[in-house]
């Protein structure tokens, strides 16, 4: 565990701190705003242009980090978001508040990329989601903790604006000064929000809706505060235990979303909410001040869970191999969502009272749940055992998929610096290139598969020769080594199958095996030259490809399970038992 977080501290620290800026500036802004005169109307079109600032980060900051790196991406967004901040000091104009947070909400999103990046760089497959857990955590504590800031000073002088403006550029301080080695960006392109609707309708719309009931009621929460003539403690406490609730309710909610029909958990949750926004919009707060709190911290509670429950229900319909890139499309819902969803609301408080918010939110949620009963009509429930897990997720801003463990694990850690400095010279001199890996694997063999891996796809590297001296140099990592090189080169695996059968027979059954263990297109090629190479080993062999078969078969998802032919499964095993047989009967 420390070996893990150790290196994340600076990060994670600097997270805290930005974090804990924006929870004060999402409560403090909306009330100064009120303050100078504003409608609510004019507060919630400002609000959306902040989300629609994080949307364009969102679609454009990866690029941006290949320009400039992570860390001048990071220190300029930063040091912009608390330059935004201080400018709204200068004056209540509306087109300056306006276009002030269109650049805050894109450099918000633009220090998320980057260390989102950095996260998903620092984790690997087994540590993701205890990182992903321990980020979420953190920015939960830290928005919960800039609420309490707005008690220091008078909301209607300029010591908040400065006092903001300081904890966003402390935020930059722990990562400029990290020693950490950014890491590199990896693409991936998303699905469109067309087919993953067609694929999960329930998903993509109940995300669309999890960030405009979100993004409404933590931007809009203080004026409704302000309104029930709450101090300034009070509403940092109102706005407080309402992101608390965020938290806290998605352990309960995770346990029953996995045990149960998911879209029943669901459509029980929104009836629930929905209740509790009435209950808030009826109460008198001189009377029923804690029912309100409760209420609130209920409706707030579920609303967060909303988007989580969201993943996982669009994930269940998911093949493996799609999740990642649907990611990208589920955080594209949800953030247009929280563009629509403050200033939709606003609407309503303008016409109706501040409190109207919480009608917003009701009928938004009982949408949804009629939404929710016409899926369950008509499509099936998945077993709940196949049901995908509930990971928890803090709806501040959707988190990456990279981070997700039910998500396809993507490899972007940095290459060794031996490997790097093996490729480098084997662009241009292969030669000595192969001398070099030579060097490299009998100092360190644990480092043989990646230099291998790192230069076979160099052009002008003999790879027979690579192998050949591979194999008189660290002999008892020749599986890995060959695994390394068909994995790049899959076309050479009989060839180098022949070669080692020449070498080091005996390992040639093992080889082959793990080979179509993980390349399944050469499973039939690799039990022929296994059988060819040991007929006595036909029995093993075939029982070994049978039951990985089996195996593969019961850990498939469902989406995948779907397309998995039967027939191919029952032609594949009877050719294995085929090539097996008449190889046994030949030795």
Known sequence: MLATFSPLIPLLSSCFILFMGNGLTNTFLPLRMQLDGLDTNTIGLIISFYFIGMLLGAMYSKNLIKNVGHIRMFSGSVALVAASVLACSLDSSTILWAIARIIAGFCTACTYAAMESWLSESSTKETRGRVLAVYNAIIMIGLFSGQFFIGLFEISGSELFILAGIIFSFALIPVALSKNKAPEIIEVIPMSLLKLYKISPLGVVSCFTAGATYYAVMSLLPVVGKHYGFESFTISLYVGIAILGGFFLQFPIGYL???????????????????????????????????????????????????????????????QSEMVSAMGSMIMAFSIGGVIGPYSASLLMTTFGDTALFYCLAIVQLSLAMFVLYRMKIRDALPVDEQEAFVMQASAFAAPAELDPRAEYIDNSA????????????????????????????ANPQLAEEVVAAVVNVDGIDVLRLYQVMSEATPNKILDVTRAIVVEKPELAEELIKKLNGWYPEQVVPVAIEIGRVLPELRLEMAKIAVDSAPESATQIREYYMQLLNEEQEAMRPADREEFDEKDMENLVLHLVNICSNNKSKG
Not at 418 to 437: F, G, R
């Open 415 to 442: 290459p060794s610096i031996e490997a790097e400095t093996a490729t480098s010279i084997a662009e241009t001199d292969p030669v000595a290139a192969v001398k070099l890996v030579r060097a490299i694997a009998i």
């Open 257 to 319: 979303s996995d045990r149960f029909d998911r879209r029943t958990i669901l459509l029980f949750l929104l009836v629930i909410s929905a209740i509790a926004d009435f209950v808030v919009s009826l109460l008198d707060p001189s009377n029923g001040l804690w029912l309100i709190f409760l209420a609130t911290t209920i409706t707030s509670g579920i609303i967060s869970c909303i988007y989580p429950i969201s993943i996982s229900q669009t994930f269940d319909q998911l093949k």
